[in-house]
Nanobody
């Protein structure tokens, strides 16, 4: 079993920055992709960003491209999401996800992932 624990959420003014962290633990952790999704009240969970754990390739939703940066620390089994130039529409619960099965490439689909964190709230005030 794999556990994912997010941290770093909070309240920030528009234009500010936050850095989210997601630490993975459990049985020998070997991930194919790790990603961030978010869910605002009354909306479906949406893809934010993903990183291939092995080669470091990154992917972003158009809505965050140029403002958010995903990165990883393999030694710490941790993935980060640096969020800059935050907007009120970025307000949501942010979830970390991991896929451990080495097949496919549907990194933008929530159903593709094997494990999820509990989520961390990000609130951006105008």
């Amino acid at each position: 079993q794999v556990q994912l624990v997010e941290s770093g959420g909070g309240l920030v003014q528009a234009g500010g920055s936050l850095r989210l962290s997601c630490a993975a633990s459990g049985r020998t952790f070997s991930s194919y992709y790790m990603s961030w999704f978010r869910q605002a009240p009354g909306k479906e969970r949406e893809f934010v960003s993903a990183i291939n754990w092995n080669d470091g390739r990154t992917y972003y939703a158009d809505s965050v491209k140029g403002r958010f940066t995903i990165s990883r620390d393999n030694a710490k089994n941790t993935v980060y999401l640096q969020m800059n130039s935050l907007k009120p529409e970025d307000t949501a619960v942010y979830y970390c996800a991991a896929r451990t099965s080495y097949s496919g490439s549907a990194y933008f689909l929530a159903a593709w992932y094997d494990y999820w964190g509990q989520g961390t709230q990000v609130t951006v005030s105008s």
